[in-house]
């Protein structure tokens, strides 16, 4: 019994009857609405019509847009309908376009928008008329979905930065074969071979890329995990057409990335990959009888042509074959591609059938005959959103809108073998109709569905459907991507695997580059659950990604777009700091510099005792290596602990002790902070007297220096850092005369600083060259100044700094934690300040 609607009494004169149609038929006809059927061949129309349970509400018309009299045939049927609705190949579309504008009919079809069909839009907003276009899946859905998420986003003040829409027909994960991963036929082969030839254009980060089609399946694969089921299950995706029109059809100028793709299993690149590369999807008519050929001897035919150069005998064996396959793949007669092409048929004795023009074509013949879907498979339609978004206030965010379809089996009380692909094809579209012939679509021209007045209601409908169609929306937990350090000689890292299981487990997805310096190996960060990701490979993060580090960022002038995480030294006037910070300027990015990531007045992780015990332990090395006469130190590499280093240095000044009898006297300036108490516990434990550890804090300079008294001891060490201007603690004349000062050690390192006490020197250390000796003296004096000191024993450095800093990245898996958490509020703030201070 039909439903009730307004529509009921209607008539839908629908081209082309195929696999998608029978959903729409069934659903057209449920509401009282007769269906006129035209097809080339009425046998196709009477199988549909067994799918049907209102038989009486479909007729049939026999119709070929082939035949020389189309036009006259069209004139005949048109005016008995309300809407006309095409399902036939994309080409045919403004034909039957063309004869709705001339009989005053509303037009439907699912196919994207031609150049051709975008042309009669006037001319159907002219005659207050409805064209709607791309409502299926893919596209259709894919539109309807997507603006939803998009428009809602809008409607609270945000922007889409990224967007990234896949979607792909499968087998159901419970019936697939060994084909590229797992592939079965729900629509023409010929589409999806000829996708490998098409070229893909998309933005990325601002710029227009494209991709040819020769180089859509080229690794590395790109990849999606998607629970299907209740299990992870990985995709490969490749991109597909033009996605950068979508930008203006979905109103979203702001979008620096778009890009639309398709699903496939994986292994589905590496095969299709290596049907492009061997022109076994070639288009291209030959001169030549296939159906005269076995597919073995069409597999020679198709080599010999391509290879001119590199000819196959006439009687090649499959073997034969495979391997000239290999040596075209550069690989082996193993490769996963080469046993697909044997499993489908491509080197067998089976005769190819009639009707082949183009390898394709021979191709095609082989999937439709080995990779159709038994009786009782399904089919699957998974489809994904990625929304890469930012909130007025800074915030940023991905956003999710996930479909997982599958076809139906059989059921007693529907249709039987409706496939997903054939469901979300066409029931968009049907929905869509009778919208129009209930009169609640009021717009006209061509349009695709991205007003909410179409999507909602369309979404709405599928959603409750005794076998939905649902989309599920969800927000991505935080991302955290942890860095390769580019800073000669760091160790150091801001995330241990302990810490970055800790982030896992409150929710946090973490990403770790490979690293060649980490101190900690990269298995062990894969074994507690972290994405692993090529060395260098940050900057292609999606835009709300966190980027964590310690030290600089390469130097290449690039825009800045992400959240990053590090100590930057560029907040107290040093060298390039201005130049850095409208790199995050211009790229729209945000600093949130680690050096000042505090806590009522006190920073909340610091390598400070680190810094203290390496400044500590090189100043006293040095020392020891100037009383024996011995070359300066070079080329410093780490210490396994800091034990390790203190039995190093404890040996040296045994040495002199033994050999010169003279002991260390060491000075530190800000002694009671984390770096000073670490200066002072590396100072007893390498057996420097206790009488001889002179420590100095604020209550010893707050009358300002200079101080004469530094000169008085063997080893300086400096380690505060100031932020306003004082008088220098010590100057080049002080050094000039008689002093027992050898060594100095500026934990604090701010060489460019205005604001730096010890101004007889403007030049930082590296690992490679640790000391500067300053000329022109009476006696000695190197300075050490290296600031990244702590990667000298970088394991335990890292492991106590990223206990501490840990609790407050656990607190980022708040969306609004910069807005709303004092040490990240702050830490944004104060980037704030800077760039007005910088004029940016």
């Known amino acids: 019994m039909s439903k009730s609607s307004p529509a009921a009494g209607k008539k839908v004169l629908l081209f082309g009857v195929g696999l998608s149609t029978p959903p729409m038929i069934h659903y057209l006809t449920s509401f009282g609405i007769q269906v006129t059927a035209c097809a080339r061949n009425p046998s196709k129309i009477e199988k549909v019509l067994n799918e049907v349970k209102e038989k009486s509400l479909v007729t049939m018309e026999k119709f070929d847009i082939s035949a020389p009299d189309y036009e006259k045939r069209l004139d005949e049927i048109c005016?008995?309908?309300?809407?006309?609705?095409?399902?036939?190949?994309?080409?045919?579309?403004?034909?039957?376009?063309?004869?709705?504008?001339?009989?005053?009919?509303?037009?439907?079809?699912?196919?994207?928008?031609?150049?051709?069909?975008?042309?009669?839009?006037?001319?159907?907003?002219?005659?207050?008329?409805?064209?709607?276009?791309?409502?299926?899946?893919?596209?259709?859905?894919?539109?309807?979905?997507?603006?939803?998420?998009?428009?809602?986003?809008?409607?609270?003040?945000?922007?889409?930065?990224?967007?990234?829409?896949?979607?792909?027909?499968?087998?159901?994960?419970?019936?697939?074969?060994?084909?590229?991963?797992?592939?079965?036929?729900?629509?023409?082969?010929?589409?999806?071979?000829?996708?490998?030839?098409?070229?893909?254009?998309?933005?990325?980060?601002?710029?227009?890329?494209?991709?040819?089609?020769?180089?859509?399946?080229?690794?590395?694969?790109?990849?999606?995990?998607?629970?299907?089921?209740?299990?992870?299950?990985?995709?490969?995706?490749?991109?597909?057409?033009?996605?950068?029109?979508?930008?203006?059809?979905?109103?979203?100028?702001?979008?620096?990335?778009?890009?639309?793709?398709?699903?496939?299993?994986?292994?589905?690149?590496?095969?299709?990959?290596?049907?492009?590369?061997?022109?076994?999807?070639?288009?291209?008519?030959?001169?030549?009888?296939?159906?005269?050929?076995?597919?073995?001897?069409?597999?020679?035919?198709?080599?010999?042509?391509?290879?001119?150069?590199?000819?196959?005998?006439?009687?090649?064996?499959?073997?034969?074959?495979?391997?000239?396959?290999?040596?075209?793949?550069?690989?082996?007669?193993?490769?996963?591609?080469?046993?697909?092409?044997?499993?489908?048929?491509?080197?067998?004795?089976?005769k190819v059938p009639a009707g082949c023009k183009a390898p394709i074509d021979v191709m095609c013949t082989l999937w439709t005959a080995k990779m159709q879907y038994g009786e009782d498979e399904k089919d699957m339609i998974v489809m994904q959103h990625i929304f890469e978004v930012e909130y007025k206030n800074g915030t940023r965010e991905?956003?999710?809108?996930?479909?997982?379809?599958?076809?139906?089996?059989?059921?007693?009380?529907?249709?039987?073998?409706?496939?997903?692909?054939?469901?979300?094809?066409?029931?968009?579209?049907?929905?869509?109709?009778?919208?129009?012939?209930?009169?609640?679509?009021?717009?006209t021209g061509v349009i695709r569905p991205v007003t909410p007045d179409i999507y909602n209601a369309i979404l709405d409908e599928v959603s409750k459907f005794p076998h939905p169609i649902t989309f599920k929306e969800a927000a991505l937990p935080t991302a955290i991507w942890l860095r390769h350090e580019v800073k000669p000689g760091e160790e150091r890292t801001a995330l241990t695997p302990e810490t970055a299981k800790e982030l896992i487990d409150a929710g946090f997805r973490v990403t770790v580059e490979k690293s060649t310096t980490r101190c900690i190996p990269i298995e062990e960060y894969e074994k507690v659950g972290c994405k692993i990701a090529e060395t260098a490979s940050w900057p292609s993060a999606p835009y709300p990604t966190i980027i964590l580090g310690l030290k600089e960022l390469p130097e290449d002038g690039t825009d800045l777009i992400h959240r990053h995480i590090l100590f930057a030294h560029c907040y107290k006037g040093q060298a390039g700091w201005k130049e850095l910070l409208a790199r995050f300027k211009k790229g729209g990015g945000s600093l949130y510099d680690l050096e000042f990531l505090k806590l009522n007045g006190r920073r909340v992780a610091a390598f400070g005792r680190p810094a203290g015990m390496a400044g500590m332990a090189l100043g006293l090395w040095q020392w020891a290596k100037q009383k024996l006469g011995q070359p300066a130190i070079k080329d410093l590499k780490s210490w396994k602990s800091k034990e390790a280093m203190c039995s190093e240095v404890k040996a040296a000044l045994k040495e002199v002790e033994e050999k010169k009898g003279l002991k260390p006297s060491t000075l530190i300036i800000g002694a009671l902070g984390r770096c000073g108490r670490g200066a002072t516990w590396v100072a007893e434990q390498c057996g420097v007297e206790s009488k001889s550890i002179v420590k100095w804090d604020m209550?010893?300079?707050?009358?300002?220096?200079?101080?004469?008294?530094?000169?008085?001891?063997?080893?300086?060490?400096?380690?505060?850092?100031?932020?306003?201007?004082?008088?220098?603690?010590?100057?080049?004349?002080?050094?000039?005369?008689?002093?027992?000062?050898?060594?100095?050690?500026?934990?604090?390192?701010?060489?460019?600083?205005?604001?730096?006490?010890?101004?007889?020197?403007?030049?930082?250390?590296?690992?490679?060259?640790p000391i500067l000796p300053?000329?022109?003296?009476?006696?000695?004096?190197?300075?050490?100044?290296?600031?990244?000191?702590?990667?000298?024993?970088?394991?335990?450095?890292?492991?106590?700094?990223?206990?501490?800093?840990?609790?407050?990245?656990?607190?980022?898996?708040?969306?609004?934690?910069?807005?709303?958490?004092?040490?990240?509020?702050?830490?944004?703030?104060?980037?704030?300040?800077?760039?007005?201070?910088?004029?940016?």
């Open 79 to 350: 005016p008995k309908c309300d809407i006309m609705v095409s399902m036939m190949p994309p080409p045919c579309h403004p034909k039957i376009a063309a004869a709705a504008l001339k009989h005053g009919k509303h037009f439907f079809t699912s196919s994207y928008v031609s150049d051709d069909m975008a042309k009669l839009s006037p001319e159907f907003a002219k005659k207050g008329l409805l064209s709607i276009n791309e409502c299926g899946v893919d596209p259709g859905l894919d539109h309807m979905s997507a603006k939803k998420v998009i428009d809602e986003v809008h409607s609270k003040g945000g922007k889409i930065l990224g967007f990234f829409s896949v979607c792909g027909g499968l087998p159901a994960p419970d019936c697939n074969n060994p084909f590229g991963g797992g592939y079965k036929i729900s629509w023409t082969p010929y589409g999806v071979l000829s996708a490998g030839t098409n070229n893909a254009l998309f933005k990325f980060q601002g710029q227009n890329v494209t991709k040819p089609g020769t180089e859509i399946y080229d690794p590395p694969e790109w990849k999606h995990v998607i629970d299907v089921e209740g299990k992870a299950t990985t995709f490969e995706w490749y991109p597909n057409r033009d996605s950068t029109p979508y930008i203006e059809h979905y109103n979203m100028p702001e979008c620096q990335s778009i890009i639309r793709g398709t699903y496939r299993n994986n292994g589905w690149c590496n095969t299709l990959r290596a049907i492009a590369t061997l022109g076994l999807n070639d288009k291209t008519e030959y001169k030549v009888k296939w159906e005269d050929m076995t597919y073995l001897q069409a597999a020679v035919t198709i080599w010999n042509t391509r290879n001119a150069d590199d000819q196959l005998d006439a009687k090649a064996t499959p073997e034969d074959v495979k391997k000239a396959y290999a040596k075209a793949l550069k690989s082996d007669t193993t490769n996963k591609a080469i046993t697909d092409l044997e499993w489908v048929g491509m080197f067998s004795d089976d």
């Open 398 to 443: 991905e956003l999710t809108s996930t479909l997982i379809n599958f076809g139906l089996g059989k059921y007693a009380h529907i249709p039987s073998k409706f496939t997903s692909m054939a469901r979300t094809v066409s029931l968009p579209l049907a929905c869509a109709i009778r919208m129009k012939l209930e009169d609640r679509i009021k717009t």
């Open 774 to 840: 300053i000329t022109g003296l009476k006696t000695p004096l190197d300075v050490v100044a290296i600031d990244h000191l702590p990667s000298l024993i970088p394991l335990e450095s890292s492991i106590n700094y990223s206990k501490d800093l840990t609790p407050y990245i656990k607190q980022l898996i708040k969306r609004d934690a910069i807005v709303t958490e004092p040490v990240w509020k702050d830490a944004k703030d104060l980037m704030v300040t800077k760039m007005k201070e910088a004029g940016l």
């Open 699 to 769: 209550a010893e300079t707050k009358g300002g220096g200079p101080f004469k008294a530094l000169l008085d001891v063997d080893v300086l060490v400096n380690c505060i850092y100031l932020t306003t201007k004082i008088p220098a603690f010590l100057t080049r004349d002080m050094i000039e005369g008689d002093k027992k000062l050898g060594v100095f050690v500026d934990v604090s390192c701010d060489t460019s600083n205005p604001n730096n006490p010890f101004p007889f020197y403007n030049t930082g250390t590296t690992l490679d060259k």
